[in-house]
Nanobody, 115 residues
Framework: QVQLVESGGGLVQPGGSLRLSCTAS????????MGWYRQAPGKQREFVAN???????ANADSVKGRFTISGDDAENTVYLQMESLKPEDTAVYYC?????????WGPGTQVTVSS
């Protein structure tokens, strides 16, 4: 089993920044990728960003140019640097890890963008 622990959420004003982090621990075989999804109230969970062990990255169109994903392979940690935050970025952000084909989820961290 893989456990994911997220941190870094909170309340920020529009235009502000936050940095989320997520660390995987437990019985890890081979992490292929880590990343983030988010779910706003009343909406489906949506993809935000992905960081593969091969170095490839992917971002949703809605966050391109504002959010940057990075990772520390040795620490099984992924980060999401969020800039120019908008009220529509308000959501619970969930970290995921693809460990040898199995998907694990973190409990989520709330991000609220409001003045």
């Amino acid at each position: 089993q893989v456990q994911l622990v997220e941190s870094g959420g909170g309340l920020v004003q529009p235009g502000g920044s936050l940095r989320l982090s997520c660390t995987a621990s437990g019985t890890i075989f081979s992490i292929r990728a880590m990343g983030w999804y988010r779910q706003a109230p009343g909406k489906q969970r949506e993809f935000v960003a992905n960081f593969g062990r091969d170095g490839r990255k992917a971002n949703a169109d809605s966050v391109k140019g504002r959010f940057t994903i990075s990772g520390d392979d040795a620490e099984n940690t992924v980060y999401l640097q969020m800039e120019s935050l908008k009220p529509e970025d308000t959501a619970v952000y969930y970290c995921f890890a693809n460990d040898d084909g199995r998907i694990y989820w973190g409990p989520g961290t709330q991000v609220t963008v409001s003045s």
